[in-house]
């Protein structure tokens, strides 16, 4: 059987993708108002959802770039192109490959679990996790 290649993806693109889901989310709400030119405050129920979509997809977005400001830039050693790095573990914003600047997660298992408050002082998953 052929193993099944993971493919991980940096947070900072993540969080920007949901914000453009989001913008998408709320033209589309809009469009399905119109739908309801018949009954207005259907379609005003519509507009309005899709407005407060586009606009908390503005929030995301200015969250994000004032999170993308404090993020440690670096330059990663499989593409060598910059990226930036959020948390203990991330991924390259352009080869998806995993990395991680704390020295006592070098050569283990990437897991983004790492970046969570709960697993901050462990040194391995496996620790916590129990066997099946």
């Known amino acids: 059987m052929a193993q099944q290649q993971l493919v991980y993806s940096s947070k900072i693109n993540k969080i920007r993708s949901f914000a453009l889901i989001l913008i998408f989310g709320g033209i589309l709400l809009m469009y399905v108002g119109i739908l309801f030119k018949k009954t207005p405050w259907v379609m005003a ?3 309005i959802l899709g407005i407060l979509a586009v606009v908390f997809s503005c929030v995301v977005y200015l ?12 330059i990663c050693p499989s593409c060598n ?21 704390d020295k006592d997660l070098e050569g283990k298992e990437f897991d983004e679990r790492y970046n969570k408050r709960k ?14």
């Open 63 to 74: 969250w994000i770039g004032m999170f993308s400001l404090r993020a440690i830039p670096i």
């Open 119 to 132: 697993y901050r002082n462990v040194k391995s998953i496996e620790e916590i996790t129990p066997d099946k």
């Open 45 to 47: 129920i519509f507009f």
């Open 81 to 101: 192109k910059h990226t930036k790095m959020l948390g203990r573990v991330d991924a390259c914003m352009h080869c998806k490959q995993p990395l991680t600047l």
